[in-house]
């Protein structure tokens, strides 16, 4: 079960850090502001990859 939350959060991570990418690419027209937003979304996901793995390794 705690797996599955997991899976979830990093799924959810990964949607959230490509909206971030997209609006720091084509919304935001300010540098430094993009720059961290996009900083933001790699951070995140990155963490997505971190939790999948225990996921992919299963119980």
């Not at 949607?15 to 720059?35: G, H």
């Not at 900083?39 to 992919?56: N, Q």
């Amino acid at each position: 079960m705690d797996l599955m939350w997991l899976s979830f959060i990093s799924m959810g991570s990964m949607a959230i850090a490509a909206v971030l990418i997209y609006v720091a690419r084509y919304v935001i027209k300010i540098r430094v502001i993009s720059f961290v937003v996009s900083l933001f979304a790699w951070g995140l996901l990155f963490l997505a990859f971190i939790l999948m793995i225990p996921v992919l390794g299963g119980s």
